[in-house]
């Protein structure tokens, strides 16, 4: 018995500098993200603000930084601009494109119609879908891991010293997911500017090709839908589709 008490306590010493500094590192991986989020324009600094956890905000701080200077001309609109905006003529004109394209589209597919989503997607409702979908959850997890081990190399002496906030932003900016993320971090996905327009096949009420990721290759590419949504919008101001992540009824409006 005593010797049993003598085994854990020694395992108990031998683990306890390793959980210290485990958990030294995610306190200075906080530390680091708050220097990130410092340089960032006030808006996108606020935004990581609000999104949960250390991983999914390494994710989000690596698209920011990513965007670079980019980040304040395609910053997603507040629900007030989208209102705005629906009065513009640039709207009216991607209204009337989006009806021609729809009308090309049924008249070479009989029986079938395309929805196509015209709303832009809010800060706010970015903000709520980045926290909660499982698919970013995953890469954000792995990003986490490595983001860890990366502060764990040597040469990383303090966050109070430049070249090293420095070094963790290019190590940041140069990862690269195993898969790609399914939704853009919020507030530069292309939809929060109206300049991305997602397309559904449809058949009378039923939905024969959905927006949803597991499905692409069943119902989108497998059935032709992906070459016929492209062939209706040739010669139009849309370019497409999306292939990182595989979206094919994702794409972009270039007025
Ligand atoms: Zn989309």
Redo the contacts with the bound molecule.
């Keep these: 018995m005593a010797r049993r008490i003598g085994i854990v306590a020694i395992l108990a010493l031998l683990l306890a500098p390793l959980r210290m500094s485990v958990a030294s590192t995610d306190d200075a991986l906080d530390k680091y993200l708050q220097q990130i989020a410092a340089g960032l324009p006030e808006s996108t600094a606020a935004t990581l603000n609000r999104i949960d956890g250390a991983p999914r905000r390494l994710l989000a701080a690596r698209a920011y930084l990513r965007a670079g200077d980019t980040l304040r001309s395609r910053w997603s609109w507040t629900t007030a601009e989208i209102q705005d905006h629906t009065r513009s003529p640039e709207y009216r004109a991607l209204m009337d494109e989006t009806e021609r394209v729809r009308r090309r589209f049924e008249a070479q597919n009989p029986g079938y119609t395309l929805y196509a989503n015209t709303e832009a997607r809010s800060l706010e409702q970015q903000i709520s879908r980045f926290n909660t979908n499982n698919s970013v959850g995953r890469v954000a997890a792995t990003l986490h891991r490595q983001a860890l081990t990366e502060l764990a190399r040597p040469g990383y002496e303090s966050v109070d010293q430049a070249d090293d906030v420095e070094r963790f932003k290019r190590f940041l900016a140069d990862w690269r997911p195993p898969t790609a993320a399914p939704l853009a971090a919020p507030g530069i ?3 929060g500017q109206l300049r ?3 397309f559904q096949i449809m058949k009378g009420a039923a939905i024969v090709a959905a ?1 949803e990721t597991a499905t692409v290759k069943r119902n989108w590419d497998a059935p032709g839908w992906t070459k016929k949504l492209q062939t209706a919008l040739e010669g139009s101001n849309f370019r497409g589709p ?1 292939q990182s992540p595989y ?1 094919p ?2 794409y972009e409006y270039d007025p």
């Design positions: 996905s292309r939809h991305a327009i997602d927006t999306l979206e009824w994702h």
